[in-house]
């Protein structure tokens, strides 16, 4: 399997601490992608980082990718109660037009 | 701007029957299409994508078909539901480009009883 996995499994923090959730992936990749999903929802893209980047930021999140470890940390900043939901790692492998994702994290966000 | 629309959200079904899904994505021409299955709890798995009409790639052996009859519309489909079916099942779009992400639907919940 091309799954990957994130860590933790599940991270509850206080409103205005920072999250960090990991991912770990196995083959050479294209791009990696961070995604959010709420409860029973569908998946809402957050940010791509490509394989030749190291750290991206997008608002109160920053992606790091590390190609030699195979390992990426997504970080939010000052988290709200709204940031509540799963997030989930992506990659596109260089073969392209695949998308394998990793396991999740859920995020509790305490008000 | 583009739009993608899954239905039905619920869909309850027994053992031994049929399944149809479908999936519409609006506002782009030659997506490339997806179908995902997501268990309780779980991560998603990729179960098909299309790259074209006609043109579908499987990415599991399963008890599920996929199909592309037309540019912007992909199809889920079992002759005979087993158990093991049941879970949250995403379409999803992309433009086909490199990096590029992916574009979901809202999802199917499928129980099969």
């Known amino acids: 399997s091309q799954q990957g996995e994130e860590d933790p499994q599940a991270l509850s923090i206080q409103e205005g601490e920072n999250a960090t959730m990991n991912c770990s992936y196995k083959?050479?990749?294209?791009?990696l992608q961070w995604y959010r999903q709420n409860s029973g929802r569908g998946l809402v893209h957050l940010i791509l980082i490509r394989s030749n980047e190291r750290e991206k930021h997008s608002g109160r999140l920053r992606v790091t990718l590390d190609t030699s470890k195979k390992s990426s940390s997504l970080l939010i900043t000052a988290s709200r109660a709204a940031d509540t939901a799963s997030y989930f790692c992506a990659t596109e492998p260089y073969t392209r037009n695949q998308f394998y994702f990793g396991t999740g994290t859920s995020l509790t966000v305490i008000p | 701007s583009q739009t993608i629309h899954q239905w039905p959200a619920t869909l309850v079904q027994p053992v031994g029957s049929p399944l149809s899904l479908e999936c519409t994505v609006e506002?782009?021409?030659?997506?490339?299409l997806y179908w995902y299955r997501q268990a309780a709890g779980r991560g998603l798995q990729l179960l098909f994508y299309?790259?074209?009409?006609?043109?579908i790639s499987s990415e599991v052996p399963q008890n599920l078909s996929a199909s592309r009859p037309q540019d912007r519309q992909f199809i889920l489909s079992s002759k005979k539901l087993l158990l093991s079916d049941s879970g949250f099942y995403l379409c999803?779009?992309?433009?086909?480009?490199?990096?590029?992400?992916?574009?979901f639907g809202n999802g199917t919940r499928l129980t099969v009883t």
């Open positions: 299309s790259v074209g009409i006609g043109q």
């Open positions: 506002g782009t021409s030659n997506p490339n």
């Open positions: 083959t050479s990749i294209n791009n």
């Open positions: 999803a779009w992309s433009p086909g480009q490199g990096n590029s992400p992916l574009h």
